[in-house]
């Protein structure tokens, strides 16, 4: 475990039902004057939620200009969208309400917005992103990226065919706002997909190379909250006391694998997912019970407090009781679009990323080709 770290997150993490109502407040708080001139990138389906409703009527004299939606893995086209659309409107700042892609676009928006860059700079040529990004706050409305608290962007460029991470300590949003309430309109398999990737980026942080204490305790707590509640919010989405722990557990998530990294799952689910068209979280948990039997000889006593966290015996029960977990969440224990002769070369070739880095037990290229076999029907 590591004991030479740096802690990283948003100033300012507000959880608690409701709490969406306080952005007007909380941008005034930003430094841009009592009218700050606002960017709103939102998504589609919370907007016809009606959730926002009274809140965006409440912001509309400080909203200068407006991304309505985002697709999944932003393109990096349309992160030059909307930074161009910020620049336009001379904003000051940048609100971001949606899940994971609509934050993520906002937050590299944010960043690029003041050098006038395409992100291509940023995403292909490793461009830096400057300390004087456009402050951005953010109200996930899915409770699973973890978006709203770490300093990386997920997108993708559609031309050069592949889907990855720009990472700056100057994308981390200023303030996340995270308001349990704004997820009830999720539909069951959106709650599935977005609670079992925060299940599996806590189980990942808890087990990586860059875990520390302060990271395993979040970590851990993150396991406990979504293990025993993302059946209940999965069940019956108007489940407050469910949804706000799950939205918790997801908080948590974030604040433990933003500082300790992720592993073998996120390593290969990022081509995997991108090869497929297939959600994120979705594809993380069909891969999760097979890369923590690949772990489990790695980390006995780690996989034993996994286990302890969720009441269950060893670590074996563990991994079982995830992949049950998974399966009564709707996720298959293969996936049926995968094909091996196809598909293996591909995600050998674009899954060398930091998460892979960080999976406590290495993985060589026949490793991977093994464990992309069990995932074949
Ligand atoms: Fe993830």
Redesign the pocket.
């Known amino acids: 475990m590591k004991t030479d770290y740096q802690l990283l997150y948003p100033p300012v993490i507000r959880f608690g039902w409701g709490c969406r109502n306080e952005t007007p407040a909380r941008l005034r708080d930003l430094g841009c004057g009592s009218l700050p001139r606002t960017m709103l990138v939102c998504s589609g389906s919370v907007r016809r939620s009606g959730l926002v409703d009274a809140l965006l009527a409440e912001l509309e004299p400080v909203i200068v200009a407006e991304q309505p939606g985002v697709s999944h893995d932003p393109p990096i086209a349309e992160v030059d969208a909307i930074a161009r659309a910020a620049r336009t409107a001379d904003a000051q700042l940048i609100l971001a309400i949606g899940g994971?892609s609509v934050i993520d676009a906002a937050k590299a928006a944010a960043g690029i917005a003041p050098t006038g860059l395409p992100c291509a700079e940023f995403y292909h040529r490793g461009q830096a992103v400057p300390a004087n990004a456009l402050p951005l706050v953010a109200l996930p409305t899915t409770a699973?990226?973890?978006a709203e608290i770490t300093m990386n962007s997920?997108l993708s460029d559609p031309v050069a065919d592949t889907k990855k991470s720009i990472r700056s300590p100057y994308l981390v949003p200023k303030i996340a706002l995270i308001d349990p309430e704004l997820t009830v309109s999720a539909s069951p398999a959106l709650t599935a997909a977005s609670g079992l990737?925060?299940l599996?980026?806590a189980i990942e942080s808890y087990l990586s190379t860059g875990a520390q204490a302060t990271s395993q305790a979040l970590a851990l707590a993150a396991v406990r909250l979504l293990y025993h509640w993302l059946p209940a919010a999965y069940a019956n989405g108007a489940d407050r006391t469910a949804r706000t722990q799950v939205a918790e557990g997801s908080m948590l998530s974030a604040m433990a694998?933003g500082q300790s990294g992720?592993g073998a799952?996120?390593g290969l689910?990022h081509p995997l997912g991108h090869l497929l068209s297939l959600p994120?979280?979705y594809t993380?948990a069909v891969l999760l019970p097979v890369i923590l039997r690949w772990n489990a000889s790695a980390k006995p006593r780690e996989f034993n407090e996994l286990a302890t966290a969720c009441g269950l015996a060893d670590g074996a029960a563990f991994i079982a009781a995830i992949a049950a977990l998974a399966n009564g969440l709707g996720i298959p224990g293969t996936l049926a679009a995968f094909q091996f002769d196809r598909d293996a070369d591909y995600i050998v070739a674009n899954c060398r990323s930091g998460s892979m880095k960080a999976n406590p037990r290495p993985l060589s290229d026949q490793d991977v080709r093994a464990i992309l076999r069990e995932l074949a029907p």
Do not use: M, W
């Open positions: 994971g699973g990226t973890g997920v990737d925060a599996t980026q694998f992720l799952v996120h689910a994120h979280g993380c």
